[in-house]
Structure formats: structure tokens, C-alpha cells
């Protein structure tokens, strides 16, 4: 199968994306996330305000197979959520780079991008999951 890898967005290993602009990061599913879920039928989102650390479960993302879990990417805090998800979760899945993004957050340590992964490293990881 031929996932989406957009470039101008960061990922983490455990198959979320951020696109950072300034100190603001949007927040979503990768599109290979969203295929092992399959149809998504309910997001259960954050308060805008709470602030969390990085790696923190920070949202539940339930499908039709399984519940998996959105961890912050970066540290810092909730300054937006998706409330379209709460009437069309399916989002997710027709647009898990565009409309079907989750969570913006404010990070507060800028230090913590190094950790996240280019295009091409979680290309890398995607292929080492499926061998």
C-alpha cells in the first residue's frame, strides 16, 4: 500500500504528525495510523488548556477494530482541538493531514523537535514495522 508522507511535517515514532509553525504545532494521526485502525468511529479529545508532557496519552482514537491512543509529540498545551471530530470522527481517515487534524498545542520546549523523526526516517520505520 502507498501511504501519504507529507514533507513539511515532523513524526514520531509512535505514528503521530505535527506541522510547526512558530511555536504552535498542529496535531494528527500519520495516514499508515489510520489505515491499521480502519474506519474510526469516535475521538475522545482534550480541554482546551490542559497541558501535557511529551509522550503523554493525550487523546483516545476508537475504530471499528481497536483503540489506540494520541501521544503529545512535544511537550506543552492544548490551545485547540477539532470539535468536527465530534460529529465526523471519519475525518481521520478521508483526511488525516488536513481536516482530520486533532490538536493544536503551544510547546514549551522547543529543544524536544530534535527528537522527531523527517519523512525519510519514518518512511525508514514504516517499512522495518512491515518486514
Not at 490542559?50 to 503529545?72: H, P, Q, R, T, Y
Request: proline share 5%; net charge negative; aromatic share 8%.
Amino acid at each position: 500500500m502507498d501511504y501519504k508522507f507529507p514533507n513539511d511535517l515532523k513524526y514520531t515514532v509512535t505514528h503521530e504528525w505535527i506541522r510547526i509553525e512558530d511555536s504552535v504545532g498542529t496535531v494528527g494521526i500519520t495516514d499508515y495510523a489510520q489505515h491499521q485502525l480502519g474506519d474510526i468511529v469516535f475521538v475522545e479529545l482534550p480541554e482546551v488548556g490542559m497541558v501535557f508532557e511529551k509522550g503523554s496519552n493525550v487523546a483516545e482514537i476508537e475504530s471499528v477494530k481497536a483503540v489506540g491512543d494520541l501521544l503529545m509529540p512535544l511537550s506543552g498545551e492544548i490551545i485547540d482541538i477539532n470539535e468536527n471530530l465530534a460529529d465526523n470522527p471519519g475525518i481521520v481517515n478521508s483526511s488525516p493531514f488536513g481536516t482530520g487534524w486533532i490538536i493544536r498545542i503551544k510547546f514549551s520546549h522547543p529543544s524536544e523537535m530534535d527528537e522527531l523523526l523527517s519523512t525519510e526516517k519514518y518512511k525508514e520505520r514504516i517499512q522495518n514495522e512491515k518486514t
